[in-house]
């Protein structure tokens, strides 16, 4: 059997795995919430600031509220399994066209953090390896405890006053120039530009974690046999360093990188909010207080498959790299 | 006439300030010669493998360096040429390989590239030529498969295919030196005594110098020319092989070459009667189970331990003798019940324990205790010895006071100092650590002690030392032992009767002295013939 269709059953494999898994989180999720007082008749009724009893009640025939939870639950898990997430009585629109919408935004916002905070972290981590106990080093060092030890939501809002209000270089809030209608080209470079700072905002501290974990990566390397072994063959230290030890260095790196796109869905809350980013984050922010049970439930049962999924990536860029894991 | 290669003079490598001596190495002056081997032999922190680090300018710096001294290289200081010099050395005219042939190649980059940097940064080939010359180098190592092995990972390959491997990018370029540390102590010894003659083979062909460093007198005694003799740092005697191994000058030589255990076995005493461990048809597999959902192929089968019979009679040693993979540690995890057996009966006395549960089995755990390999991991780091050694009569319900006393017999036993008691483990030696695990264990006063490996990871003098507090104790409390070993000296020198093992199961067993005359099994004989230096008898000197 040769490597490709190997892969290609690893994942068939991995994903009928991961059926169960999102099935087990949807019913936990499901009942978690459902422990939290008052549902999303109180808030419309106490929004609306008048509501009798009756009219509560008959809110909750209409939502299917007044059924037993076990009885809710199944509804939810059959609609599920035809790919409906309910309706939001909220934004009065179907679960599954607010969710995909958002969706975009959201994803967008996580692979610009991630492959800047992988990526630069990368980076950082090499030089302050090599140039371990130069200024370089301390520089990189101290930055990445700075960041990492700053809080997000602070970060955010001093990048709005620095380079928004004083500096005037990127917009405030939001993904697009409402009044514009850009198109095409005008587009890109609109939401670009909204893109920056949330960006810079949400992978500082992954950076800062990154860096540290490449740095004493490498350096954890440096120590190990295999090095001396390259010393003694006669290769440059250029050659010993770029092919032998960032490969193996790579490697607990790219793990953690995996593990934590799920935090960074929390991670985006903030930071969405903080920036007026309409993505998931800030979906499930509102929903939250709203009490809208479906939309929530949707956004979990999204985010789980996409940890799921990105797993499976990582998985599979991790055998690349490390050819003494196997896929079977 | 013989062309000197290599001489080292008077070279000092300095320590950094603060450890337990200023010099690791002091004072030494070495040759080499063309075609020549010499052998560097020291227990462990005799400054060896650093002497032959400077040579390659490999020191750990900065901390470690060259304190003074020359080493002539073809007419070159190497302690005082250019780093850019010294790398085109490297590899090309004086190569080296190394004890742990896993560890001492990249895991995530092919045998096949990783020859193949030599050739790219020491000469100008095309990639074409590269390729053949690599695949002729593994042809020239005997490995079998080359093509296979030239696009193989590390982890595919066996320790001895790895130490090949090693050998082929060492003598790449016809390297006029080839410094080996220790190169066949990680290895089996019928794959040790292959590697050996590899390496003769392509000394012969090459006329390469070789400097050995190597703890092991056998091997010594079957490769080297000349020997060099180090403890703490210095050269305390130097010779012909002969003049060495026959009539050592030094004390330190006597005692070393004295402490080398005979293969002689010892004189056979008479049975007992009483059989106080007993196996029959123990079988024992590893993995083969159905992966998650029944998807997939079922993971592979290891058996590990098959039908194996034993019987061990009070006061008697047996040995279980096998190389690495041969089922003989799991046979010892299964006899204390550390993990369970999947078939058959181990009796202790009349009761078979493979049945007993957890709590049924707790009575019996004390009458059969185990002394582990690595004096190092063995010993939990943050428990007090006296605590490590009483914790286990505490369990079964003696009184402290009653531990704490018999804890202290016991230091005095093992030949530890009574203070010894409060101190942790991290601060004794890793023969003393050993002493501590054989008094943890007999803190229960066993009437069998299952050894796995006792003294393969100390060095020969203190090996000695530990075998021969072995055989005091099992005298001296009427203990059975069952005492596996790779090594077949030690077996010789301890066990009353030997059990071969291979692939699991016991190819041949017998009393010592019969089974080591008079090998039946094709592979007890091979194992025999292996064994390093079989041909000197060392234990006849006496310092």
Redesign the interface.
Known sequence: MTRSTKIFKYVCKRLLQGIPIILAIVIINFFLLNLAEGDAVDVLAGEAGSATPEYMAQLRKKFGLDQPLPVQLMVYLKNVLSLDLGYSFRHDMPVNELIFDRFAATGLLMTSTIILAVGFGILLGLLAAMRLNTWKDAVITVFALITYATPLFWVGLMMIVVFSLNLGWFPTSGMTNIAAFYEGWDYVVDVSRHLVLPTITLSLFYLALYTRMMRASMLEQYGQDYVVTARAKGLTERRITYVHVLRNALLPVVTMAGVQVGALIGGSVIVESVFAWPGLGMLAFESLFARDLNLLLGIFLLSSMLVVVVNLIVDIIYCFLDPRIEVN | MTKKLLSINDLSILLPTGADRQYAVQDIDLELNAGETVCVVGESGSGKSLTARAV?G?LPAPHVRVGKGEIIFGGEDLTKVTYERL??????EI??I?Q?PM???????TIGDQID??FR??VSMSPRERAEKALSLLVDVNLPDPEKIIDA?P?ELSGGQRQRS?IA?ALALGPKILIADEPTTALDVTTQAQILELINDMQKRLDTGVLFITHDFGVVADIADRVIVMQHGKIVETGTTEQVLQSPKHPYTKSLIAAIPRLKPRKARSRAVEVVLKTEGVYKSFGGGK???G???PNREVKAVQNVQIELRRGETLGVVGESGSGKSTLARCVIRLIDSDEGQIKLGDIDITKLSRKELRPYRKRIQMVFQDPFASLNPRIRVGDIISQGPILQGEDKEDASKRAYELLDIVGLDRRSFDRFPHEFSGGQRQRIGIARALSLKPDILVADEPVSALDVSIQAQILELLDDIRERMDLSMLFITHDLRVAAQVCDYVAVMQYGKIVEMGPTAKLFKDPKDAYTKSLLAAVPGKDWHFGKLKP
């Open positions: 390659m490999l790398r085109e050395l490297r590899g090309s190569s080296m190394f742990e560890t001492a190649l990249n895991p995530v980059m940097e030599i940064y020491h990972y982890h090693m990018m992966s998650l959902f998807f997939g192929k």
